[in-house]
């Protein structure tokens, strides 16, 4: 990724959608996937709803998807990790902003291209980000078209360094370590955030088990995901996930913590009760 040095421009999807035209979707998400990764996207039109509160997100809807999640990490320690760095010390809080709400809508592209994105609520209270068996981001087209690219040009040299030399290799190898075998046929939340207002009503609950109990379970199918927040294992512990292993980024004086975390699928899940549970 950090080699790439094409320009190439991103689409803009700016219509908001109408989300009084819902179409009945089935439990099956990977036909949504595949939907989502076709050369002729899912329009605005045809938002999906898996319940009456959470539902697929379309390609019309990144820039809201990724304000969502931007606002849900806006002081998490590991994005602004990327910000935060010794060579950017003059920037002042809105640049910073704005680069971080950019890292969001790429990767929130990404991932409405390759991968599976589900929110909770009417206002994007909780956004998943989710990339299915067999399923990834690291082909050129994708790249290019969510605009990762830019981030070559847009990081600072030791923010780069942070992102591609250190952080992405380090999940990429830890995942492959701690699921073996499984690593590509298993489901991988990336991210998972809900805005601090819309935090305690069950909403992130609700978009992990629309994958975890709607397909990964019926599968047999593994989830994993990296938490960077400690105060958050007990949560995902709650949802069925354990942790496996705990992994530091190490280019500042503090190491930054990241926990590893495993969801084996469960043949007779429990009961589908609110929990009330929002997990960052």
């Not at 680069?99 to 390759?114: Q, V």
């Not at 590509?184 to 009503?201: A, F, M, N, Q």
């Not at 593994?222 to 512990?237: H, P």
């Amino acid at each position: 990724m950090d080699s790439l040095a094409a320009v190439v421009a991103v689409p803009q999807f700016n219509e908001k959608p109408d989300l009084e035209a819902v179409a009945p979707i089935s439990n099956n998400l990977i036909s949504t996937v595949k939907h989502a990764a076709s050369n002729t996207p899912m329009t605005a039109a045809k938002t999906m709803r898996l319940d009456d509160n959470v539902r697929v997100v379309t390609l019309g809807e990144y820039k809201e998807a990724a304000k969502a999640l931007a606002e849900a990490f806006a002081e998490d320690h590991t994005c602004l990790y990327f910000l935060d760095t010794p060579d950017r010390a003059d920037w002042t809080a809105e640049q910073k902003w704005d680069l971080h709400l950019s890292m969001f809508e790429y990767i929130t592209y990404a991932h409405l291209l390759k991968g599976l994105v589900i929110s909770s609520g009417p206002n994007y209270d909780c956004v998943g980000l989710w990339m299915p068996p067999g399923a990834n981001m690291d082909d050129l087209w994708t790249i290019f078209r969510s605009g990762m690219w830019r981030l070559n040009w847009q990081l600072s040299r030791e923010g780069r360094n942070r992102f591609f030399t250190e952080f992405l290799p380090l999940l990429h190898d830890t995942k492959a370590q701690v699921l073996g075998p499984r690593d590509d046929d298993s489901w991988y939340l990336v991210y998972l955030g809900t805005r601090p207002e819309s935090r305690g009503r069950g909403h992130a609950r609700r978009v992990v088990e629309a994958v975890t109990r709607r397909q990964a379970d019926r599968d047999g199918k593994a989830c994993y995901l990296e938490s960077s927040a400690a105060a958050n294992i007990a949560l995902y512990n709650r949802l069925g996930f354990k942790l496996k292993k705990r992994v530091y980024l190490q280019r500042e004086d503090q190491p930054v913590p990241l926990d590893i975390m495993v969801r084996e699928p469960i043949c007779s899940p429990d009961s589908d009760a609110d929990s009330g549970i929002d997990v960052k």
